[in-house]
């Protein structure tokens, strides 16, 4: 693949100053499905119990108090999760949710100035691997490892996140989310090469990259925070995956289109969908936006099609395919309400 851009971003560096937002509310023409309000009681003793977690792992300075209270973390999980079990394996799931946010501001965002960088990223993302999947080694050795993990923030956040996850997860549900880590984790890093070597990717090659940059280890879980598992048989089973990848996909997008004007005001050159649309279709935000909308809306309608097609073969895969709905569903919903973290462009 070429280091240099195919086409340029659109428009001069002070382009987020000319998208006027507007606060809150659905993106008009999205497909997705309404979900009731999270229970305020439930999210507040998630939010209770993920603020003691992370201050007990000494996870982040005062500094980041406001934007603790203001990620909604509990709502997040409640929304996303409405068929957990329990408070615990709800706590977990948030815990999982912060860390991974932790890991990604601190060593990768480098315009949200928590030491993020691109350069030096994948000696950073190994050492992040390891804090959930162990090293083996000679005992002196290993306890160096453990050590190093015990001595970082993001680390520590992952390695203790994974603990509580395997004390309620089977040990299959555990490696899955081991191996979807290690999908992120490689997404990152094409992402940040890109912005290193100022590339500019075309449409699909966004969206592949994407399918590894998403939130598919949220989608994970699933299973074990609803208190049962999808066996790793039927998991592997290429349509299972397919519904998976295409549920994760949906919901990557939701993300680009809600933090579209948050990315431009951060970082101007920041890669989202709207962005490389118009760069490759040499077009305006607008309508690159409504084109990503679109784009959206195809894979949503995909992955809701061949969902209840695979969902009427077993109920278990049933289950499975209603959790993955599910997930997207309170994820639209957190990031449509959290007037917090977003503003639409102002374009209908």
């Not at 209770?48 to 300075?61: G, K, N, T, V």
Request: glycine share 6%; hydrophobic share 40%.
């Amino acid at each position: 693949m070429s280091t240099s851009p195919p086409f340029s971003l659109p428009g001069p560096p002070n382009l987020a100053s000319a998208v006027r937002t507007r606060r809150g509310g659905a993106i008009p023409g999205l497909r997705y499905r309404e979900v009731a309000p999270a229970d305020p009681e439930k999210a507040a003793e998630v939010d209770r119990r993920l603020e003691d977690w992370a201050r007990r792992l000494d996870l982040f300075p005062e500094a980041w108090n406001g934007d603790f209270a203001g990620f909604q973390f509990g709502r997040a999980v409640v929304l996303q999760h409405p068929q957990a079990v329990d408070l615990d394996r709800l706590t977990v799931a948030g815990e999982f949710l912060l860390a991974e946010n932790v890991v990604d501001s601190c060593y990768c965002e480098e315009d949200e100035g928590r030491g993020g960088a691109r350069r030096g990223l994948g000696g950073r993302l190994i050492m992040a691997q390891a804090a959930i999947d162990p090293f083996h080694g000679i005992p002196e050795l290993e306890e160096e490892w453990r050590e190093g993990v015990r001595a970082d923030g993001p680390l520590r956040s992952y390695h203790f996140a994974m603990q509580d996850y395997a004390a309620v997860a089977t040990p299959s549900q555990a490696d899955r989310f081991v191996h979807d880590i290690a999908r992120l984790h490689l997404g990152y890093l094409a992402e940040a090469a890109w912005a290193e070597t100022r590339y500019v990717p075309r449409v699909w090659e966004y969206l592949v990259m994407r399918q590894f940059n998403n939130f598919r280890p949220c989608l994970s879980i699933v299973d074990a925070v609803d208190g049962y598992e999808l066996p790793e048989p039927v998991y592997a089973r290429p349509e299972i995956q397919r519904i998976t990848a295409l549920a994760c996909n949906a919901t990557t997008i939701v993300n680009d289109l809600y933090s579209f004007t948050k990315e431009l005001a951060s970082d101007p050159t920041h890669l989202n969908l709207p962005q490389v649309v118009a760069a490759n279709e040499r077009c305006g935000l607008k309508a690159a936006y409504l084109k990503a909308v679109e784009i959206h809306n195809r894979v949503m309608e995909a992955f809701e099609d061949e969902s209840a097609l695979l969902a009427a073969t077993s109920p278990l895969v049933e289950r499975y395919a209603q959790g993955l709905s599910d997930w997207v569903a309170g994820n639209h919903e957190w990031h449509a309400t959290n007037t917090h973290r977003y503003h639409l462009p102002n374009y209908w």
